[in-house]
């Protein structure tokens, strides 16, 4: 196997992209990446996307994106895994480069959400749950986090304003993001006062509905010198399951597929998480930034929101977290999120974040989580000297 790394990231505006079709975002991003790269061809592209076919009337996304790119010809595939489709196709696009089948290969993530109806989307997010057992039963993702967050408030007692820091955190470091759909910050009283979604989830635990789209040239390590003065190399690439049902678990509080994916990282990296300088985790909802924290090691179960309580997942704190606004502020355009999460760890390590960058960054890692935590795909990224 081959070692393998970034040498071209490219991103458009998160946002409500009304005049904008799924394509056409596609293609920014793409070439973007490959105008970052420095190269005008690929052997390979694959795509993240969720759910292209129910809100945007198009499936046969990979062969769409190459067309449009003027790039038919090249291996092309759509790669899905719900909200970590994103990480799915980097995953995808990584095995192809490190077993040698390939050499360049662009991984996009796209989505197009903001066309549809509100409860045509809701609908469409709960494809991620389990069909007959949650979303059957009237369930959304905001409901399911929801329990998620009244348990863990249970248990451990704390108050819902505890979960604060997470949201003035992420706007916080959106305010310096040029592609954040939301660039202002809000303090621990405007949470409080925030409207109420589904108890104890307010507005401001929540990640938007948005449209975007990110990108990244993978080549391998060896040759990556020569092709780009800032690469980037993956470290590790891991994946790691749960059911797909909640009530399935052996424990609705822990992650057990993001503690799979972590650990599997880890040890491919040779790493601990003492040694990562920064984490984008998949904030989607504020108790799904708690559980990562603990399913990642970096707090002992029950103690992932003291991390946010006594300020140390701000940019100087032990582990910042969500460096460019997260999903929260940069926002979740979900077959998007996952690479747009990596450009952003290229961004620190390359010391390219602007007012945001981690001071000296060098391992940065990356989760991506599909439904409420049944898939979870983890990268580690190592600035190359």
């Not at 449209?211 to 040759?223: K, S």
């Not at 990282?265 to 924290?293: K, N, R, T």
């Not at 999903?327 to 760890?345: D, F, I, S």
Request: aromatic letters at 6%; charged letters at 20%.
């Amino acid at each position: 196997m081959r070692d393998v790394a970034i040498i071209g990231i490219g991103q458009t505006e998160v946002g409500e992209h009304w005049e904008t079709s799924l394509r056409h975002l596609a293609l920014r991003a793409l070439q973007g990446a490959m105008q970052d790269a420095g190269v005008t061809q690929v052997d390979a592209i694959y795509v993240g996307n969720m759910l292209s076919g129910e809100l945007a009337g198009q499936e046969h996304v990979g062969a769409l994106v190459a067309d449009f790119a003027g790039l038919r010809g090249v291996e092309a595939f759509k790669v899905e895994a719900a909200c970590g489709s994103g990480a799915a196709a980097l995953r995808m696009g990584y095995m192809a480069v490190a077993s040698g089948l390939v050499n360049l290969v662009a991984v996009v993530g796209v989505e197009k959400m903001t066309d549809a109806l509100g409860p045509d989307t809701t609908s469409a997010l709960a494809l991620a749950a389990d069909g007959e057992y949650e979303a059957a039963q009237g369930v959304t993702f905001v409901a399911l986090n929801a329990m998620l967050m009244r348990r863990y408030m249970y248990e451990y007692g704390y108050s819902h304003q505890d979960f604060a820091p997470f949201a003035v955190n992420a706007h916080r470091n959106g305010v310096n993001n040029p592609y954040a759909m939301f660039r202002f910050p809000i303090t621990p009283e405007r949470f409080a006062t925030a409207p109420m979604i589904c108890d104890p989830i307010n507005l401001l635990d929540s990640s938007p509905i948005c449209d975007g789209a990110a990108a990244v040239v993978l080549a391998p390590a060896e040759a990556a010198r020569a092709l780009s003065t800032k690469p980037v190399r993956i470290a590790a690439s891991a994946v790691g399951t749960d059911t797909l049902a909640i009530h399935d678990r052996r424990d609705p509080l822990v992650l057990d597929g993001a503690i799979l994916s972590t650990r599997r990282a880890y040890e491919q990296a040779g790493v601990g998480p003492q040694d990562i300088d920064l984490f984008e985790l998949h904030d989607a909802f504020s108790i799904m930034a708690v559980l990562s924290l603990e399913a990642a090691g970096f707090a002992e179960r029950g103690r992932g929101l003291r991390l946010a309580l006594e300020g140390e997942i701000g940019i100087s704190g032990r582990i910042p977290v969500s460096t460019m606004g997260g999903l929260k502020a940069r926002g979740h355009p979900v077959g998007a999120t996952g690479v747009y999460q990596v450009v952003e760890v290229v961004q620190q390590l390359r010391g390219e974040a602007g007012a945001n960058q981690v001071p000296d960054a060098r391992l940065g890692m990356a989760q991506n989580i599909g439904g409420s935590g049944a898939t979870v795909i983890t990268h580690i990224l190592e600035r190359m000297e």
